[in-house]
């Protein structure tokens, strides 16, 4: 339904995702991040703040936390990658490195 109504008003490349893991496996390293100050939300949400706020990760109960996983989703996909190796593959390579590959 969302692939047909964005094509209405506009030709976009639309890309699908399918969740493979639970609601709570997702946003565990969301959570973290948000904790230490990774994440940042610019506006007045409220509805989502309320979900947030009662999302405790726990089995089941999960049925209308789309809000909560909607937020979770872009970070997780996007940003979780990319800073779980920021460590090795982010660092400038120095002339002993440069030095050792010659």
Do not use: C
């Amino acid at each position: 339904m969302v692939k047909s109504t964005l094509r209405t008003v506009k030709k976009v490349k639309v890309l699908t995702e399918r969740a493979m893991q639970s609601k709570a496996e997702r946003a565990a390293p969301v959570s973290s991040y948000a904790k230490a100050g990774l994440v940042h939300m610019v506006g007045k949400f409220d509805k989502l703040e309320e979900q947030l706020a009662k999302f405790t990760g726990q089995e089941g109960g999960h049925a209308r936390d789309d809000r909560a996983d909607a937020f979770a989703w872009p970070i997780y996909l996007y940003v979780i990658p990319k800073r779980r190796n920021a460590g090795a593959a982010g660092r400038q390579r120095g002339m002993e490195d440069a030095a050792a590959e010659e």
